[in-house]
Nanobody
């Protein structure tokens, strides 16, 4: 089993920045890809950014150039640096990890951007 705990969410004005963290515990060996997803009220959960075990990254078009995903394997932690936040970035952000073809999700952290 893998447990994921997110932190760093909060309320920020448009144009501001936040950094989310997700720390994995439990059976962290062989964790492969990790990613951040978000779900706004009334909308489906969507992929925000992914990072492979080797550090390769991908981003949703809506956040390219503003968000940066990174990981510290020694700390079993993945980060999401969010800059130039927009009102439409408001959502619950979830951390995801894949290990041996199993999916693991964190409990989510709320990000609210005021316009």
């Amino acid at each position: 089993q893998v447990q994921l705990v997110e932190s760093g969410g909060g309320l920020v004005q448009a144009g501001g920045s936040l950094r989310l963290s997700c720390t994995a515990s439990g059976s962290t060996l062989l964790i492969n890809g990790m990613s951040w997803h978000r779900q706004a009220p009334g909308k489906q959960r969507e992929l925000v950014a992914t990072i492979g075990s080797g550090g390769s990254t991908n981003y949703a078009d809506s956040v390219k150039g503003r968000f940066t995903i990174s990981r510290d394997n020694a700390k079993n932690t993945v980060y999401l640096q969010m800059n130039r936040l927009k009102f439409e970035d408001t959502a619950v952000y979830y951390c995801y990890a894949n290990r041996l073809l199993r999916d693991f999700w964190g409990q989510g952290t709320q990000v609210t951007v005021s316009s």
